[in-house]
């Protein structure tokens, strides 16, 4: 089995800063793209940032210049670094990627979610 769990979701002050983490374990042959969401109640899901086995990203216009990914691929980790936080950055935050597991001889692709973290940011 795999699992995604994130990490590093509080309550912060708007100006403040938060590293969120996301560790992928279980029977893994490779990880693809991952990607960081997030979800209020007043907003649907929001894709923030994504960044590919190669390194490449992309984030959001909306935390553009805040926010910024990372991984390190030996630690199967992704991270969101967010600065500058406003209240309305406030969310559950998921993780999600693309992996390929072991499955005895078979190598089988999914795409996996996290649990999610709540950070909340003061006014």
């Known amino acids: 089995q795999v699992q995604l769990v994130e990490s590093g979701g509080e309550l912060v002050q708007t100006g403040g800063s938060l590293r969120l983490s996301c560790t992928a374990s279980?029977?893994?042959?490779?990880?693809?793209?991952m990607v960081w969401y997030r979800r209020s109640p007043e907003k649907q899901r929001e894709l923030i940032a994504r960044?590919?086995?190669?390194?490449?990203?992309n984030v959001a216009d909306s935390v553009k210049g805040r926010f910024t990914i990372s991984r390190d691929n030996a630690k199967n980790t992704v991270y969101l670094q967010m600065n500058s936080l406003k209240p309305e950055d406030t969310a559950v935050y998921y993780c999600?990627?693309?992996?390929?597991?072991?499955?005895?001889?078979?190598?089988?692709?999914?795409?996996?979610w996290g649990q999610g973290t709540q950070v909340t940011v003061s006014s």
């Open positions: 279980g029977s893994i042959f490779s990880i693809g793209s």
């Open positions: 999600n990627a693309d992996i390929m597991r072991v499955e005895g001889a078979l190598r089988v692709r999914n795409n996996y």
């Open positions: 960044i590919t086995s190669d390194g490449s990203t």
